[in-house]
């Protein structure tokens, strides 16, 4: 079952109808992350974020279907005296796989929980990977059982492309690095009707749980509402967030947990 997490609409925000709020961490609940107001775009194939330079934000029908996520191309290296070498191997045990040495009465009890990486879409693959380490990755808010918003966020290195945005500003701090919220979204039918704000709270509450003490978000000032997955610098300061790195396109917003 989706954990469903309790939501609380801010003093400043009038939502009607029935809320819940829920994890996305299965293919049940991937099934929940609702369609782009424009439909050239897809949250479910997207990939601009964990991808730093060749990303798309597009429909890909093909990523939907359960199956082997492609592996990327790597350079063919035999033969290459230039070439680098790869560190000794390292004992499948240590990553929590292959039989483990000899019993140890000392050793703590762990158990490894790998993420998925064959049989799902390829975005609930990369929704996925911090299963186990860091918890989920995504939300979806759904108004009277109905998928109205979306949110994506997670630590700042699970997302390439927002630390290559982040390491044109120096004057941001460098410690404690903050987690991000790479999308926020609500459907056409929901839009104007406080959800996603009300996603954004839910998101920085379950984040300060997790033992973040600041949010970081990275817009695209200027760009039309329905293509963009950052939202705009307005709506971020309607939740609290500041202006942490300004920039005619690309500005910095934060907010302190």
């Known amino acids: 079952m989706p954990a469903l997490v309790p939501a609380r609409a801010p003093a400043y925000t009038r939502v009607v109808?029935?809320?819940?709020?829920?994890?996305?961490?299965?293919?049940?609940?991937?099934g929940l992350v609702p369609p782009c107001a424009d439909p050239g775009f897809d949250h479910r194939t997207c990939d601009y974020w964990e991808n730093e330079f060749g990303g798309s934000k597009a429909?890909?029908?093909?990523?939907?279907?359960?199956?082997?996520?492609?592996?990327?191309?790597?350079?063919?290296l035999a033969g290459n005296p230039f070439a680098p070498r790869g560190p000794s191997a390292v004992p499948d045990w240590l990553t929590g796989g292959g039989d483990e040495p000899a019993d140890n009465p000392f050793a703590?009890?762990?158990?490894?929980e790998r993420p998925r990486t064959a049989g799902v879409p390829r975005k609930l693959a990369l929704l996925d990977r911090g299963r186990g380490v860091f918890g989920s990755y995504a939300k979806a808010l759904l108004l009277d059982g109905e998928p109205a918003a979306y949110a994506q966020f997670g630590p700042l290195s699970a997302y390439p492309r927002a630390r290559q945005i982040r390491e044109l500003y120096p004057q941001l701090p460098a410690s404690p690095l903050p987690a991000i919220i790479t999308c926020i979204a609500t459907t056409r039918e929901a839009s104007h009707g406080g959800h996603a704000k009300l996603l954004v709270e839910a998101v920085c509450d379950d984040l300060a749980g997790r033992g973040f003490s600041a949010v970081e978000v990275y817009p695209e000032a200027g760009a039309h509402p329905e293509r963009t997955s950052a939202a705009s610098p307005r709506f971020w300061r309607s939740v609290g967030f500041a202006l942490a790195a300004d920039d005619d396109r690309f500005p910095v917003m934060r907010r302190e947990l």
């Open 17 to 30: 109808g029935e809320i819940r709020i829920v994890d996305v961490t299965d293919e049940a609940s991937f």
């Open 59 to 76: 429909a890909r029908a093909s990523w939907l279907a359960s199956g082997e996520p492609e592996a990327p191309a790597r350079p063919d």
């Open 108 to 112: 703590p009890r762990r158990t490894v």
